[in-house]
């Protein structure tokens, strides 16, 4: 290791990016944050956080300054297939519930729990150039000739990554945008549950947050992109018309905000080399329609910060450290990732699964169990077993 004013310089400060830094400064790691935005800012997010992700929050110490933003707990998933519907618990009795919390109150809390924990932080500060000597990532150059080196170089930089591209991190199981969402915030919309909708083509979600406001986004195949970019409100009522309830129900609210919509990629990147490493969606990155985002950037801080902490003390060289935490990533991530990738395709459901649904409505045992299993409690390898099947059905 060569020399350097930092053991750690993070680059992108939000959902992966300032837990990370957390996370290494407590462990006495010289580290630096910068992030392009000021903070709070908002950012284009669905901002569900699922059980497994409120629990790294309770771990953190966390999760009272999220919950005194006002936001409201989260105990039961429901999933509107049409003909039939499932509604159960999501999470665990250590971890009951999801929050879906406003990006500018929870990335300020992260942000301000990496500076807490003696991270240096520099908002407003625009990474112009990833520094490489003898094709090793020493550092980085910001506006103004600005110029820091760290022993690792760290990618929480998003999708658009400067790090994975300065770096040429190649890419893996990807797959272009299935899905095309669009999302807002409704006053007069109340409900205490994560609502899923699912419909041929069509799919939306339902969740609440901050200031008495329901987040709703809904979302159609990417190859409609064009045909529906110029009338965005009238395709997602015509999704709504599919559940008469639902569209009674946001008849009777008023919405907020403005719409926003995004696509998302579908890809893994290799996610380190030398003197280079990258966390949450700069690593791997998957449709918004099961709402995994932020939970697994927090899942992705936690692995990459032990194996950056087992390689800057000495115990594990580098490449040993870095391959375990790009091993245990993806053993975690991958087969939500291909379920996730199923989902997105907006298909109907085949037989196998009409059976499955079907059999299983009505059984709360069992309905508990297919909301862990969207919830990421339950990995889509054990749901799916056919023994857990043959005992979810018996329930």
């Known amino acids: 290791m060569i020399d350097s004013t ?32 000021t903070f709070p800012s908002d950012t284009v997010s669905t901002h569900v956080i699922h059980p497994p992700g409120v629990a790294a929050l309770q771990r953190w110490g966390l999760l009272d300054q999220v919950t005194a933003t006002g936001c409201p707990p989260v105990g039961r998933y429901s999933f509107d297939f049409g003909p039939v519907t499932l509604a159960g618990a999501p999470g665990t009795s250590d ?25 240096e932080i520099r908002e407003d500060f625009v990474v112009e150039e990833v520094l490489v000597e003898d094709g090793k990532v020493t550092g980085i150059r910001g506006a103004g000739g600005v110029t820091e080196r760290a022993r690792v170089v760290v990618g929480a930089d998003g999708r658009n990554s400067v790090v994975a591209k300065a770096v040429g991190a190649a890419a893996y199981e990807d797959v272009p945008p ?14 205490d549950t994560f609502e899923a909708y699912s419909r041929p083509g ?15 986004i809904g979302g159609w195949p990417h190859a409609e992109l064009v045909e529906h970019r110029d009338n965005v409100e009238e395709t997602l009522m015509a999704a709504f018309a599919s ?6 129900r946001i008849r009777g609210a008023k ?53 950056l902490d087992e390689t800057l003390s000495g ?42 649904v079907s059999g299983i409505a009505g059984k709360q ?23 857990n099947v043959g005992r979810l059905l018996a329930s």
């Open 6 to 37: 930092y053991d750690v310089i993070v680059v992108g400060a939000r959902c992966a990016g300032s837990p990370l830094a957390m996370l290494l400064a407590r462990r006495g790691y010289r580290t630096l944050l910068v992030d392009r935005a």
């Open 95 to 119: 971890s009951p519930y999801a929050y879906a919390p406003r990006r500018t109150f929870l990335d300020k809390i992260l942000l301000d729990a990496a500076g807490a924990a003696g991270a």
């Open 178 to 191: 299935l899905t095309v969402g669009y999302y807002s915030y409704w006053s007069n919309l109340p409900t």
């Open 202 to 216: 069509r799919g939306w979600a339902v969740c609440p947050t901050n200031d008495d406001l329901t987040l709703v």
């Open 243 to 248: 559940a008469p309830a639902f569209l009674e």
């Open 255 to 307: 919405r907020e905000e403005k719409l926003v919509g995004s696509s998302v990629p579908n890809y893994f990147r290799v996610p380190f080399g030398e003197g280079w490493a990258l966390v949450g969606d700069a690593g791997y990155s998957r449709d918004f329609i099961t709402a995994q985002g932020i939970t697994d950037a927090f899942l992705d801080a936690e692995e990459l910060a032990q194996s």
């Open 315 to 356: 115990r594990v060289p580098y490449a040993q450290a870095l391959g375990d935490y790009q091993t245990r990533r993806d053993a975690r991530a991958m087969p939500v990732y291909q379920m996730t990738l199923g989902i997105a395709s907006l298909q109907p459901p085949d037989e196998q699964m009409i059976g499955l």
């Open 365 to 387: 045992p069992a309905m508990d169990a297919f909301a862990r299993l969207n919830s990421g409690v339950t990995s889509p390898a054990e749901f799916f077993a056919p023994e």
